[in-house]
């Protein structure tokens, strides 16, 4: 059975103060959350400590990083391993999300280190792919998809992976890609999966207004979201979806 998962990515966004009074708003909202549905929040690696305290009694929300590194441990001025992940009670990881990619350096080769260190340290990442305008413009989105897939996934354990299907005109656009569209890419991309229960995203511009047309899709799985997980209103209502009941 493929999970429901549910994720926020903060980005660089929130001190402490700010973490704990979002998660003051956002945990009552959770009062009649369905129990299948997993619920991510990924914070700033400042905000662990304080998030993680903030929902030590919630067991429907886990506390994901952003990031991580490759190595154990070494002279690698400013990056954080798994294991101090692990250490501090961490579950999961954003790995290889376009804005790595594009800003700081991240290609295929170090995010699939990245995706093994994570899963050797006993965290779940959350391996972000898709395509730039260009690209899909060129009419190349699936073969840039699969590639990503392909050179990412080497040496992977598709038993513990997330993956989030991120068109990367999509995201802070406020152009949301199509969800019939995000529903094809995402069966795609199961096809080349080599595990039936990897749970897979889309994330692009989710909002409370469109997330349940997204979540009505039958091949995706859940949503990674950027801006709109910041309000404790807008996220708790995107968690909370209804999937419409035909007539
Ligand atoms: P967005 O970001 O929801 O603000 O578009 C999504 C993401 O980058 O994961």
Same mark, same amino acid.
């Given at each position: 059975m493929r999970q429901i998962v549910l994720a926020g990515n903060w980005k660089m966004h929130k001190t402490q103060a700010e973490t704990r009074e979002f998660f003051a708003g956002f945990l009552p909202q959770l009062a009649s959350l369905d129990p299948a549905r997993q619920v991510i929040l990924c914070v700033p690696f400042t905000d662990l400590a304080a998030a993680l305290e903030a929902t030590a009694?919630?067991?429907a929300v886990s506390i994901g990083a952003q990031n991580v590194h490759? #190595?154990?441990? @070494?002279?690698?001025?400013g990056e954080i391993s798994a294991a101090m992940l692990k250490e501090l009670g961490i579950a999961y990881a954003i790995v290889g999300h376009s804005e790595r990619r594009e800003y700081f350096g991240d290609t295929d080769q170090t995010v699939n280190q990245r995706l093994r260190a994570a899963q050797s340290s006993g965290l779940t990442p959350i391996l972000c792919v898709g395509e730039s305008k260009a690209t899909r413009d060129a009419g190349e989105t699936e073969a840039w998809i699969f590639r990503q897939l392909q050179q990412d996934l080497v040496g992977v354990d598709q038993s513990n992976l997330i993956v989030a299907y991120e068109p990367i005109w999509a995201i802070g656009t406020?152009?949301?890609?199509e969800a019939a569209e995000a529903n094809r890419i995402i069966g795609l991309i199961r096809g080349k999966l080599?595990?039936?229960?990897v749970p897979i995203q889309y994330g692009g511009s989710v909002k409370p207004g469109n997330i349940d047309e997204i979540m009505a899709?039958? #091949?995706?799985?859940g949503v990674l979201v950027? @801006?709109?997980?910041?309000t404790p209103d807008g996220f708790a209502r995107i968690v909370n979806y209804q999937i419409p009941v035909e007539a």
């Amino acid at each position: 059975m493929r999970q429901i998962v549910l994720a926020g990515n903060w980005k660089m966004h929130k001190t402490q103060a700010e973490t704990r009074e979002f998660f003051a708003g956002f945990l009552p909202q959770l009062a009649s959350l369905d129990p299948a549905r997993q619920v991510i929040l990924c914070v700033p690696f400042t905000d662990l400590a304080a998030a993680l305290e903030a929902t030590a009694n919630t067991a429907a929300v886990s506390i994901g990083a952003q990031n991580v590194h490759w #190595e154990e441990q @070494g002279a690698f001025t400013g990056e954080i391993s798994a294991a101090m992940l692990k250490e501090l009670g961490i579950a999961y990881a954003i790995v290889g999300h376009s804005e790595r990619r594009e800003y700081f350096g991240d290609t295929d080769q170090t995010v699939n280190q990245r995706l093994r260190a994570a899963q050797s340290s006993g965290l779940t990442p959350i391996l972000c792919v898709g395509e730039s305008k260009a690209t899909r413009d060129a009419g190349e989105t699936e073969a840039w998809i699969f590639r990503q897939l392909q050179q990412d996934l080497v040496g992977v354990d598709q038993s513990n992976l997330i993956v989030a299907y991120e068109p990367i005109w999509a995201i802070g656009t406020g152009a949301t890609c199509e969800a019939a569209e995000a529903n094809r890419i995402i069966g795609l991309i199961r096809g080349k999966l080599n595990h039936p229960d990897v749970p897979i995203q889309y994330g692009g511009s989710v909002k409370p207004g469109n997330i349940d047309e997204i979540m009505a899709q039958p #091949e995706i799985d859940g949503v990674l979201v950027g @801006g709109a997980s910041l309000t404790p209103d807008g996220f708790a209502r995107i968690v909370n979806y209804q999937i419409p009941v035909e007539a």
